[in-house]
């Protein structure tokens, strides 16, 4: 499976970006997908994830209320709507596939992924 993320850019403080995680070759057995971001000298942390099939989600708690993840599966996309942004959301941000089928609270760990993409960079800053 390859994962190819997009959506990154510069934004203002309380702005908006839509991050948009596109998925090809064997996605037939991908039942969960989530993003990450790790931010300079800090460690790679959880921020949204969901199941391909039920659309069951979970999000980190410094993002609930801000960002909204969902997936078309007849585009094989992930994407994450980012609202109110703020500096500490700056970060480079990774979409990632996993083939456990598990219960949603599975996806926020790193090591239930099996792909990863490339990351893509978001800065928030005036």
């Known amino acids: 499976v390859q994962l190819q993320a997009s959506g990154g850019g510069l934004v203002q403080p309380g702005g908006s970006l839509r991050l948009s995680c596109a998925a090809s070759g064997g996605t037939f057995s991908v039942y969960g997908m989530g993003w990450f971001r790790q931010a300079p000298g800090k460690e790679r942390e959880f921020v949204a994830a969901i199941k391909w099939s039920i659309r069951s989600t979970n999000y980190a708690d410094s993002v609930k209320g801000r960002f909204t993840i969902s997936r078309d599966n007849a585009k094989n996309t992930v994407d994450l709507q980012m609202n109110s942004l703020n500096p500490e959301d700056t970060a480079v941000y990774y979409c990632?596939?996993?083939?456990?089928?598990?219960?949603?609270?599975?996806?926020?760990?790193?090591?239930?992924?099996?792909?990863w993409g490339q990351g893509t960079q978001v800065t928030v800053s005036s």
């Open positions: 990632a596939a996993s083939r456990q089928s598990r219960h949603i609270y599975y996806y926020t760990r790193i090591s239930s992924y099996d792909f």
